[in-house]
T-cell receptor, first 115, second 114 residues
Framework: EAGVAQSPRYKIIEKRQSVAFWCNPISGHATLYWYQQILGQGPKLLIQFQNNGVVDDSQLPKDRFSAERLKGVDSTLKIQPAKLEDSAVYLC?????????????FGPGTRLLVL | AQKVTQAQTEISVVEKEDVTLDCVYETRDTTYYLFWYKQPPSGELVFLIRRNSFDEQNEISGRYSWNFQKSTSSFNFTITASQVVDSAVYFCALSHNAGNMLTFGGGTRLMVKP
């Protein structure tokens, strides 16, 4: 079974530029998550989708971050404009369902450096 | 508020030593799930174990074992006879509501030297 796919793996941009990350979850997984992991810290949830609807985006900085999952499969996370503090690894995860006992499976992440 | 604390930020051991990684959590929920993930240098979080709040039995999987103690809100992870390949950052996480929101600890970096 294929795991969670993410691209690109690395991205370097200058502040105030925009960037987008792509995620393809495990086939059949209804729930998709985006996390931000700053160096030396644990991942922090940004947004959670159930199929193509947003379940929770309370931690998403909506003035600059946006995310969508239009067809309930792939998802895109965008940052516009980027700030220096956005330098982090952006992890995508998926789970079969949204219930608390479901294990989340993570992709390899996109490492973003904002200069 | 939900919180996960991994007090050990970095541990260094020599190969074949046993090592225990500590995890302490806080939650008001009566039903919750605890997880451990491994993050090797490649960056991907690898799922290791899931434990629910009603099951306090210890679990062993090969060289890995987990000790869940509800009375002390701890879910500790022991690696027996550590190997260099165990070098990674290990995260403890808590799933604390019906929506499967994960709260992660800060992680423990384990370095196993040959």
């Amino acid at each position: 079974e294929a795991g969670v796919a993410q691209s690109p793996r690395y991205k370097i941009i200058e502040k105030r530029q925009s960037v987008a990350f792509w995620c393809n979850p495990i086939s059949g997984h209804a729930t998709l998550y985006w996390y931000q992991q700053i160096l030396g810290q644990g991942p922090k949830l940004l947004i959670q989708f159930q199929n193509n609807g947003v379940v929770d985006d309370s931690q998403l900085p909506k003035d600059r971050f946006s995310a969508e999952r239009l067809k309930g499969v792939d998802s895109t996370l965008k940052i516009q404009p980027a700030k220096l503090e956005d330098s982090a690894v952006y992890l995508c995860a998926s789970s079969l369902l949204r219930t608390r006992q479901e294990t989340q499976y993570f992709g390899p992440g996109t490492r973003l450096l904002v200069l | 508020a939900q919180k996960v604390t991994q007090a050990q930020t970095e541990i260094s051991v020599v190969e074949k030593e046993d090592v225990t990684l500590d995890c302490v959590y806080e939650t008001r929920d009566t039903t919750y799930y605890l997880f451990w993930y491994k993050q090797p240098p490649s960056g991907e979080l690898v799922f290791l174990i899931r434990r629910n709040s009603f099951d306090e039995q210890n679990e062993i999987s090969g060289r890995y074992s987990w000790n869940f103690q509800k009375s002390t809100s701890s879910f500790n992870f022991t690696i027996t006879a550590s190997q260099v390949v165990d070098s990674a950052v290990y995260f403890c996480a808590l799933s604390h509501n019906a929506g499967n929101m994960l709260t992660f600890g800060g992680g423990t970096r384990l370095m196993v030297k040959p």
